[in-house]
Nanobody
Framework: QVQLVESGGGLVQAGGSLRLSCAAS????????MGWFHQAPGKEREFVAA????????DYADSVKGRFTISRDNAKNTVYLQMNSLKPEDTAVYYC????????????????????WGQGTQVTVSS
């Protein structure tokens, strides 16, 4: 079992930056591949980025490539999402998620392949 707590959301103007953090409880954080998803009002929860257990592999949604960077610090049990050049269409609640090792070593963009979720943090980008 792992508990995830996101922070760092807020209101920012278009073109600005935010860094989201997701702190995990427990001593087994390094065993989990991690992902970030977002959900805008009235829409499905969508994949944003994923990172492998060691941080050596990452994957991004096409809409955020070149603007967002996912990283992790296993010593601090934390995964980050650096968001630059923000656009109004990035406005959403952002969730971090953990994927159990039994699901394999590969990265996943499928929300049903993640096992633990945080409560989310709101990001609002004004035009």
């Amino acid at each position: 079992q792992v508990q995830l707590v996101e922070s760092g959301g807020g209101l920012v103007q278009a073109g600005g930056s935010l860094r989201l953090s997701c702190a995990a409880s427990g001593r087994t954080f390094s065993r989990y591949a991690m992902g970030w998803f977002h959900q805008a009002p009235g829409k499905e929860r969508e994949f944003v980025a994923a990172i492998s257990r060691t941080g050596g592999n990452t994957d991004y949604a096409d809409s955020v490539k070149g603007r967002f960077t996912i990283s992790r610090d296993n010593a601090k049990n934390t995964v980050y999402l650096q968001m630059n050049s923000l656009k109004p269409e990035d406005t959403a609640v952002y969730y971090c998620a953990a994927r159990l090792p039994l699901r394999g070593l590969g990265l996943s963009s499928v929300k049903n392949e993640y096992d633990y979720w945080g409560q989310g943090t709101q990001v609002t980008v004004s035009s």
